[in-house]
């Protein structure tokens, strides 16, 4: 509900030339090839904030407003400097900067945007827009600080990101060090100026470790579903026994968000699909097709499907979050890229069990997975602070762009 003394619909200002709607230019892939240069073009993709590439021209140098023609409608904010856009590209320009905010008026669109509803039948042409949309008669200095207070938390978010993103590479990097040459016990990374290292099929390791086959490791046989045509015959429920998915392995993480249930009777039937608690997951086909998860036991019964190979280590001689770790790893995933011969990319059974991992003591696996985990926490409390920040921005939007809240100037 929108609680503004007065509002107008967009069409109206238009009308009254306040603001004025264009589309872009054609700017293709090959234009771009032909004429590289240093000046953003921008599309319709919501990814990389709609960048399409870099062009030797530009046809703006000044502040507007974009959006997706095409598909989604998504808004964009450009501040001041030389680009283009496409032809799958709207542009608002406000022709009187004295009554309207750019950044205010970005927002106040992209938040009605979220109610919005565009496909690929049902466009978001300028002819559409300006009939869908309200802009509220508020005074330029109160959009203004309306705009600063979102921009702020944009910022936020925006430097989190980009610390999470700092994390990962720092978490990567120590990964490829600890996994290649381990923690001795002082608590210090190897290194070939203070310990010895030998030769192995997976080049220099420390001297104590060996290379050996994966399924070294194994408890029990490596397991699946069996058939994937079985698959099919399941139906599936809103509420039941869960059923998990290859889609659903992320590294280190299951995604229960999109979780699908099977009811008991069919359960107790697919036995060779039964997850146990401390299993790791390993995905061999689809789109998470070489990612592995340890499963909790979340559930006290779980089934899984014939794209993921259930491994049941024998804690004896590896602890689960290190052989879960090394499958996430770039060392796996190499050997695993060679194996891979098909048109259909998957991850056979054999292909795992002649996996090649290495073999180190479990205390010192151990260290490594509390170095690993002192750094994945770091990740995990700044995603954390992401989600408390675009909660907060979502709850300023709703109070600040319906009038809901009224800002003192």
């Known amino acids: 509900m929108r609680n503004w ?27 771009i090839a032909k004429c590289p240069g240093i000046f953003p073009v921008y599309s319709s993709s919501v990814q990389k904030n709609g960048l399409f590439g870099y062009y030797d021209k530009f046809d703006f140098d000044e502040e507007l407003i974009t959006w997706s023609v095409d598909g989604g409608g998504y808004f964009f904010y450009r501040p001041k400097h030389k680009f283009s856009v496409t032809n799958v590209s709207g542009i608002l320009k406000i022709n009187k900067p004295e009554l309207f905010d750019y950044k205010f008026l970005y927002y106040n669109l992209a938040f009605q945007h979220a109610s919005q509803y565009y496909d690929y039948s049902d466009k ?7 009939k869908r949309y309200l802009i509220p008669e508020i005074s330029l200095s109160e959009q203004q600080t309306i705009a600063s207070i979102l921009s702020k938390l944009d910022e936020a978010i925006s430097q989190t990101e980009q610390l999470i993103e700092k994390y990962k590479r720092i978490k990567e990097g120590l990964m490829n060090d600890l996994l290649t040459r381990g923690i001795d016990e002082h608590g210090n990374i190897r290194t070939e100026e203070t310990h010895k290292f030998k030769d192995s099929p997976m080049g220099r390791i420390p001297e104590e470790w060996e290379v050996v086959p994966f399924e070294t490791y194994y408890k029990s046989p490596i397991r699946d579903f ?59 086909i689809g789109s998470a097709l070489g990612k592995a998860a340890i499963y909790n036991g979340e559930y006290l019964n779980c089934n899984s499907n014939a794209a993921v190979a259930k491994i049941d280590i024998d804690n004896n001689l590896a602890l689960n979050k290190y052989v879960c770790a090394f499958l996430n790893s770039t060392f796996a995933k190499n050997q695993f890229s060679f194996m891979i011969i098909s048109l259909l990319p998957r991850i056979n059974l054999g292909d795992i069990n002649k996996l090649l991992i290495f073999k180190l003591p479990v205390e010192e696996q151990s260290r490594i ?11 995990d409390n700044t995603t954390d602070l992401i989600s408390k920040l675009t909660s907060q921005k979502s709850g300023l939007m709703n109070d600040l762009l319906t009038g809901k809240v009224r800002v003192k100037i």
Request: hydrophobic share 40%; no cysteine; net charge neutral.
């Open 5 to 31: 003394d007065k509002e107008y619909v967009l069409e109206d200002l238009l009308k009254e030339n306040i603001f004025s709607l264009d589309r872009g230019r054609v700017i293709s892939s090959i234009d």
């Open 124 to 130: 978001a042409h300028p002819s559409v827009i300006k």
């Open 226 to 284: 069996g058939s994937f045509s079985s698959t099919k015959l399941i139906t599936f429920l809103e509420e039941g026994i869960p059923f998990i998915k290859s889609e659903m392995i992320e590294e280190n993480n299951i995604n229960w968000e999109s979780v699908s249930f099977i009811s008991y009777d069919v359960h107790k039937l697919l036995t060779k699909s039964y997850v146990n608690k401390n299993n790791i997951l390993f995905s061999k």
């Open 369 to 379: 997975i509390h170095k690993l985990n002192k750094t994945q926490n770091l990740i």
